[in-house]
């Protein structure tokens, strides 16, 4: 029990479809994170939530979007994704956001794009 | 920005025997420098970290040192187990305002008994 739970563990989806991954952490921390880890790469940073506020929005595509509805949820809507988008989503979170706060995160989201 | 090279990418050893998993980094003000280890079907959990005020840093059968000259920083694992088997992470930050770890490729550790 890592303390943050994402939902599902697995979903495939097709280019035209709408789907959402949600994250839950019952740490009581106060930053959360997505991450997306594709093989033989080192994890990405997507996006950086402190305090319900998006502080890091790391280039990425628009057609990830997140939301961040209080201090314990971060969702990544995902709209219109290319098959290289298939990944494990990890997310994170983290006493505060500062720079030496260890992550704790979650299982992941497995991600197939067809 | 930070670049992290992480060596090797895969290991295997003996149950017993020991592994060391060595990174570097190329930005000289980054300061914090975590492990995690990361088991089939799950999240990376941190193990160990080390920050740039200490040379070395010891927990059990895992350290971690760190030589701020050269830039890189290691993972010695002794008297390994199979439940070590696992693909660990290096990672590297410095002082801002909020986490931006930039991590290694990773190296997958296989125990066998």
């Known amino acids: 029990e890592t303390g943050v739970t994402q939902t599902p563990r697995h979903l495939v989806m097709g280019m035209t479809n709408k789907k959402s991954l949600k994250c839950e952490q019952h740490?009581?921390?106060?930053?959360m994170y997505w991450y997306k880890q594709s093989a033989k790469k080192p994890l990405e940073l997507m996006f950086v939530?402190?305090?319900?506020?998006?502080?890091e929005n790391n280039s990425v595509p628009s057609r990830f979007s997140p939301e961040c509805p209080n201090s314990s949820h971060l969702f990544l809507h995902l709209h219109t994704l290319q098959p290289e988008d298939s990944a494990l989503y990890l997310c994170?979170?983290?006493?505060?956001?500062?720079?030496?706060?260890?992550?704790?995160f979650g299982n992941g989201t497995r991600l197939t794009v067809t | 920005g930070e670049n992290v090279e992480q060596h090797p990418s895969t290991l295997s050893v003996q149950e017993g025997d020991s592994a060391v998993i060595k990174c570097t980094y190329s930005?000289?003000?980054?300061?914090?420098f975590p492990w995690y280890k990361q088991e089939l079907g799950k999240g990376p959990q941190l193990i160990i970290d080390?920050?740039?005020?200490?040379g070395e840093k010891k927990d059990q059968r895992i350290a971690v040192t760190l030589n701020k000259t050269a830039k890189h920083f290691s993972l010695h694992i002794t008297e390994t187990q199979p439940e070590d088997s696992a693909v660990y992470f290096c990672?590297?930050?410095?002082?801002?305002?909020?986490?931006?770890?930039?991590f290694g490729k990773g190296t997958m550790l296989l125990v066998s008994p």
């Open positions: 994170a979170s983290s006493r505060d956001s500062s720079y030496n706060s260890p992550l704790h």
């Open positions: 740490l009581g921390h106060n930053a």
């Open positions: 939530y402190s305090l319900e506020e998006r502080v």
């Open positions: 930005d000289s003000a980054s300061n914090y």
């Open positions: 080390i920050r740039s005020n200490v």
């Open positions: 990672a590297a930050s410095k002082g801002s305002g909020y986490s931006t770890l930039t």
